[in-house]
């Protein structure tokens, strides 16, 4: 379950029982949840908590689907999928994965998002966008001038701005998502101690430490 509470549909201003309806038709999507693509809608539901912040951030979703933009459908989906894998968010990373295809990249493009490195089905000025996401990502920002001009030989400055702040607006959606437990990330952290088995000893490497052993 999400760490902060839902709003129900009777709770929910004008404008989020609006989008409530486009995605769940007549159903109190905390009572009955479910969406089209197969996600609990959990995501919608916690943002409608602060009405500001949720029409802030649904407005955004236009933005980057506006006639307006200049930046290619699909090199826009391949930075907002890989950020969703790199920051490790389920949810953002599955939705894009979807979201790549319909913008047009191939099922061996999508598949080869998680591994770009070693993959040989990418163009240049792809491989450059996945490597920029990475930086972003990963590096937080710390862009390489090789990286850099591989974006300029191909994009223009309006593009570039364009792409940084859809992947990087993509990134916060991910560590919001694992952060909140929201729809494909409420999951359990898989990194805990795993008990020992009854009577075993706690000093492991004592055991193999050749100083004990001579």
Known sequence: M???RQVPRDEADDYARKL???LFGDRDPVEQPGTATGTPGNWWTVFALVPDAFRHTTEGFGFYRSDKRMLD???RELGQTRAGYAVGSRFVYSQHMKAARFAGLSEE?????AHWHVADCFT???RAVLAYADALVLQHGRVSDGVFAA????????EILELTYVTATYMMH???SRALRLEYDDVDDPVTEVPAS???TADVMGMVDRRKRD
């Open 174 to 176: 991910g560590v919001m």
């Open 198 to 200: 009854e009577g075993a």
């Open 151 to 158: 974006l300029k030989a191909e994009l223009s400055d309006e």
């Open 2 to 4: 999400p760490r902060l």
């Open 109 to 113: 493009q999508v598949e080869a998002i």
């Open 20 to 22: 409530y309806t486009a």
């Open 73 to 75: 459908p699909a090199l």
């Open 124 to 126: 240049p000025i792809q």
